[in-house]
């Protein structure tokens, strides 16, 4: 049998253990796996583009196990009633190719995406960082916050969205938790005095929602919501200024902010600053870019964290996912009315 955890498990072990637990769980996860980066196979997600979206897998492995992700975006969808990114995903045994963990991986993949951007934040962001301000108040939105405060304590957070409704969502889901948060009017306003800025936003086009005036000295962007070809959310006057972060360059020059420009423009992947083999921030006016797209090491790790976290327990269902017949080699046995299937 493959364990399965499901949406109404997932929920049940995100309100027991909590999301910022989770995050910082993940946080050390993913530490551990970008720090060992030379033992994963590595290649660009493979993505399936229509007009309105895309849909991708994501699969990696560090020759014991493998995993994929199935994700959608479609930045349209919300309008239409749907939400812009769903997954799901599986845990494989590389042993004997036998899938032994599945999972739905919506919620997981805000989880993830928040964990990658707190620990990237941890080590690139200014350690005296205490405002953050937020550009897009979506699905992803109260995630990211909740990794800014696991990784560098913030909780001023100054925030800026085109749809007033998923600003006051942001409002009412995240003061309970102890958060100061002022509406803006504008980007601008949003931006002005922040340490850390985070980008989420959706649209699939080649979109300014930072521009380059905005950015002080010393800010480190979050720029999460440019992640396919023709999406990108940054000014690319911003990267000419900055120093630019990635996960795995060959997916990030197809998908990320630095699609913008030269194929040679100098970038490091974050695990180099993880690894000891890059100083990461140099100083306190250099400006730091987390080209943040996802990437397949981020969902191995945080299938992983999901099955330690619910092993022995009921938010692990039992599925009859892989036909196991008798004999290994005579699998039309199971179709046979006498099979004890029937
Ligand atoms: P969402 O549709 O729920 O939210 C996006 C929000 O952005 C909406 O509230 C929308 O009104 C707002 N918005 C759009 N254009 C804007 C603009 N110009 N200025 C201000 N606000 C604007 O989407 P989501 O699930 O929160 O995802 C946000 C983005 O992050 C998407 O583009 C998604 O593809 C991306 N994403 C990236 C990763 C990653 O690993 N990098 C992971 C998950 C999602």
């Known amino acids: 049998m493959t364990q399965f955890v499901g949406v109404r498990n997932m929920v049940r072990w995100i309100q027991h253990d909590g999301v ?34 895309v849909i991708e897998l994501m699969p990696t492995s560090d020759g014991e196990q493998y995993s994929f992700k199935y994700v959608n975006g479609h ?65 992803q939105a109260e995630f990211q916050a909740l990794g800014m405060r696991a990784a560098l304590g913030i909780e001023n957070l100054t925030i ?52 380059d005036h905005q950015v002080a000295p010393g800010v480190h962007i979050n720029a999460i919501g440019g992640d396919c070809p023709g999406k990108t959310e940054l000014d690319s006057a911003i990267l000419d200024r900055a120093s630019v972060f990635v996960e795995f360059e060959e997916q990030t020059r197809i998908e990320g902010e630095i699609q913008q420009v030269a194929a040679d423009f100098p970038v490091t992947e974050f695990w180099e600053v993880v690894a ?45 996912l892989i036909a196991n017949p008798d004999d290994p080699k005579d699998l039309f046995a199971m179709t046979l009315v006498s099979s004890p299937v029937h």
């Open 20 to 53: 910022e637990a989770i995050i910082r769980e993940m946080m050390g996860e993913l530490d551990r796996d970008f720090g060992r980066w030379q033992s994963f196979e590595k290649i660009p997600r493979l993505a399936s583009h229509s007009p309105i979206g």
């Open 75 to 139: 930045p349209s969808n919300p309008a239409r009633g749907f939400q812009t990114v769903t997954a799901f995903g599986a845990l494989a045994d590389v042993d004997n190719g036998y899938p032994v963990f599945v999972a739905e991986m919506t919620l997981l993949t805000a989880l993830r995406t928040a964990a990658i951007s707190a620990l990237v934040a941890k080590y690139l962001g200014r350690p005296d960082s205490r405002s953050m301000a937020m550009i897009g108040s979506g699905s």
């Open 160 to 211: 800026y969205d085109v749809d007033p409704n998923a600003m006051e969502k942001f409002r009412r889901n995240m003061e309970p938790l102890g958060f100061t948060i002022t509406i803006c009017g504008s980007a601008d306003e949003a931006i002005l005095g922040a340490d850390v800025v985070t980008t989420c936003t959706a649209d699939k086009q080649l979109a300014t929602v930072l521009h």
């Open 276 to 320: 000891g083999k890059h100083p990461g921030r140099t100083s306190a006016e250099e400006i730091t870019v987390f080209d943040s797209v996802g990437f397949a090491i981020s969902d191995f790790a945080a299938l992983k964290v999901c099955r330690r976290m619910t092993d022995d327990s009921d938010l692990q269902d039992a599925i009859d």
